[in-house]
């Protein structure tokens, strides 16, 4: 039996109310060996995860996804591209050196200098960054008007006085001590805009890019369209030299390029079936030649695309797919090595200069070095490039619960230093749902498909093993008042059960069987009190589900209605903070995804449709006293309303600087809604990362928090209303404080 971690100093830190509980890390099968890898964890110095912290923040969870990974030219360094800047470690230590181009939003490339001594950053936000890789000071910022839609790539010609920056249709040669712009290759004539066709490469310096590469001496690039179609062109001269084609396939060709732009790798994917998933034929080609010969081909049911990634020298190429990584001899086209390690997908991989070593980074939290000639893992860096999925809070926002992607184990948190506390232990499989009670005295996870839930006591550590339905648990709640738990899902017999548990001693209080044609499976809310127990079930089949727990009755209420405006599938669902009230919008083909339903929860009746929105909803909170709906357009509308419950009046909530922004249109959509517990502000998390505070009486914007790179997807204001958390795409949480705003 695998052991729970327990200490005096949690038990304290849960009395003065700051612990937060995050689910996540890697799991480990063997008790022993876990537990050191745990003790290896726990004892990691967690400091540098608070460097740079944006105005505002107190604290920080999390070190942020990983995109890419770069080895120095000299192999004394690892640069870690994540999405909150660029990691420097030392290779050997694995101590990081300095955090680079903190929240300069996406990082779409990264260049080392031939001599070590500076680091190109290109981001999404249009500018390149030149960085003292020494003392991690900001040396110079390149840009123009014509990066507004991103720098893609950056990379440092072998003299290391130029940079080339590559946008979209342009690339720009920069004298890199002046800082001065020397030559700008424009759009060749006649530019086709058609996706298919590339016209001028918007190419990729990065080894193992998707689409274009460019050769180590900085003259010859080579960029593919999304058919397959590759093309090679010379820099200087700007003209096509060679076109073409690896494959015919409709759906986007991975491609990567050796060094020398001598040999090409592609995946093309091929279908087998209605339902029945695909497989990917790896195929080497030689440039010159046109040659194709094929190396391997995935096994059936692979849904995922693989990553190509060829060694330096050309010789070795990695092949990485979900968590698997293989290596193979480019000459032979032979599998030479299988790595096998990680717990979960990864991310990225880099070789080394010298072709011997390669680096791969996974949501399982770890970066780990390998061995290529033997196999072996030579190194473990826990701590990087986790991610998490769902997210859980107690009453009094004291506790928050995070459940990482496909992980076992859920870490405690101190929310106010953002320290590492302990970290719960059970589940051999993925964790699939976890979830806090309102006090935060107990948590509760389950495992993807299995049927046992996990009920563990914060305070005491004590854990009791919960039997779900008898096939599997497809969701669990705690009720509000956190004495009740609930778990749904399949029985043996294909019939939907939900079942009731008493918290304390874990004895079923309730169980409801549905009948076999009656479904409450995939949910995208749940409301859950002493006397009601109500759901959304949100695709094909919508329904509104309500089990009476006074009387023991249930209704289920069709929620494909047209004559409303009602549809297949529902986008977004929400249940007023007491219950009385839900409300819908719809997705999927239906022309009604501009407007919101609202029904009454106890009898499943209509009450009104709030129309005003001109585009798709995005967005719904409800304000603590259920009388105030906001919901958040999507980008082409570019506005937040707040809608009068009883009247279905709204109030529209804008900012100028959205309508300004044609390109990076995702500023103005509001993935994420939140009111304070005073009704009196609204937090608005957006799609890249920002996050906007309002005045729900005025309407009036009163801060933007800057922090995030990516979609905010949960906010929670403390009751107090002095604290803000939030959660985001890009593998952070940050504790704001905004009374020292």
Not at 313 to 340: E, H, M, P, S
Not at 579 to 589: K, P
Not at 614 to 623: G, K, M, N, P, Q
């Amino acid at each position: 039996m695998l052991k729970f971690l327990y200490s005096n100093r949690l038990i304290i830190s849960v009395i003065t109310g700051a612990i937060l509980i995050v689910v996540g890390g890697t799991y480990y099968l063997n008790h022993h060996s876990y537990e050191r890898k745990l003790e290896k964890e726990r004892n990691i110095r967690l400091d540098y995860k608070q460097w740079h912290l944006p105005e505002g923040v107190k604290a920080r969870i999390g070190s942020g996804t990983i995109s890419k990974i770069q080895y120095s030219p000299d192999g004394n360094l690892l640069a870690v591209v994540s999405s909150i800047g660029v990691w420097i470690l030392n290779e050997q230590t694995a101590e990081p050196r300095h955090l680079i181009a903190a929240h300069s939003g996406v990082i779409n490339s990264i260049s080392f200098s031939p001599d070590v001594n500076t680091l190109a950053v290109g981001t999404e936000n249009g500018t390149v960054q030149i960085w003292d890789i020494t003392t991690g000071e900001l040396l110079k910022t390149f840009t123009t008007q014509e990066y507004i839609s991103g720098v893609e790539n950056v990379f440092f010609l072998p003299d290391g006085r130029t940079l080339i920056v590559m946008s979209s249709y342009k690339v720009d040669l920069w004298d890199v001590a002046k800082g001065q712009l020397k030559k700008t290759l424009s759009a060749i004539e006649n530019r086709i805009t058609d996706y298919n066709v590339n016209n001028i490469p918007s190419m990729s310096t990065g080894v193992g890019s998707y689409k274009h590469s460019i050769r180590s001496d900085g003259i010859i690039a080579a960029s593919s369209s999304y058919d397959g179609t590759c093309h090679l062109w010379n820099i200087a001269k700007r003209k096509k030299i060679r076109t073409f084609k690896v494959g015919s396939s409709r759906f986007s060709i991975p491609i990567s390029f050796s060094s020398d732009l001598g040999t090409l790798a592609s995946a093309n994917r091929s279908i087998k079936g209605p339902m029945q998933g695909s497989v990917w034929e790896i195929n080497l080609w030689d440039v010159n030649s046109q040659t194709q010969q094929k190396i391997h081909e995935t096994d059936d049911l692979i849904f995922e695309i693989p990553f190509l990634v060829f060694s330096p020298d050309g010789n070795l190429l990695a092949c990485f797919i979900d968590n698997a990584i293989q290596i193979w001899d480019v000459n032979t086209g032979r599998k030479k090595k299988r790595l096998k390690g990680h717990k979960n997908v990864v991310s990225t991989v880099a070789f080394s200069s010298d072709n011997r070593t390669l680096v791969s980074a996974s949501y399982d939290n770890t970066i780990r070095v390998w061995d290529v000639d033997t196999g072996k893992e030579k190194k473990e860096l826990i701590g990087y490039g986790g991610a998490f999925r769902e997210v859980s809070l107690s009453a009094d926002t004291q506790l928050l619960s995070l459940s990482g992607i496909g992980t076992g184990v859920t870490h405690l948190w101190n929310t106010n230093t953002g320290q590492h506390e302990n970290t719960f232990i059970k589940h051999k499989k993925p964790v699939w749902g976890g979830v806090l009670s309102s006090d935060g005295s107990k948590f509760a996870n389950h495992s993807l498909l299995k049927k046992t839930i996990h009920l563990w006591d914060v305070n005491t550590g004590k854990l009791i093993k919960l039997n779900g339905p008898r096939n599997h648990v497809s969701g669990i709640k705690f009720s509000r008042d956190g004495k009740m738990l609930a778990s749904w899902g399949l029985s043996r017999n294909r019939k939907y059960n939900i079942l009731h548990y008493d918290v304390e001693t874990g004895d079923i209080q309730r169980t409801l069987q549905l009948k076999a044609q009656e479904k409450f499976s995939g949910t995208e809310d749940i409301f859950f009190d002493k006397e009601m127990f109500a759901g959304i079930g949100k695709f094909f089949d919508p329904n509104l589900f309500v089990w009476n727990l006074v009387t023991g009755d249930y209704d289920i209420t069709d929620l494909e209605d047209s004559e409303i405006g009602g549809g297949t599938e529902i986008s977004v669902g929400r249940f007023s903070s007491d219950g009385r009230i839900l409300a819908i919008v719809y997705g999927g083909l239906t022309k009604y995804g501009n407007h919101i339903i609202l029904r009454d929860v106890k009898t499943g009746e209509y009450i009104r449709t709030l129309i005003g929105h001109t585009h798709d909803i995005e967005s719904l909170a409800f304000s603590p006293d259920s009388q105030i709906l906001a919901s958040g357009g999507e980008f082409r509308e570019k506005t937040i309303r707040l809608w009068n419950i009883d009247t279905g009046s709204s109030k529209v909530l804008t900012d100028p600087s959205w309508k300004l922004s044609p390109v990076k249109f995702d500023a103005a959509v509001a993935s994420s809604l939140a009111f304070s517990s005073d009704g009196q502000m609204l937090a608005s998390g957006m799609k890249l990362g920002d996050i906007y505070l309002w005045d729900t009486a005025t309407g009036e914007k009163k801060r933007i928090l800057r922090g995030h790179s990516k979609r905010i997807s949960h906010l929670f204001f403390s009751p107090d209303g002095k604290t803000l958390i939030s959660k985001s795409d890009d593998g952070t949480v940050l504790i704001w404080e905004l009374a020292q705003l």
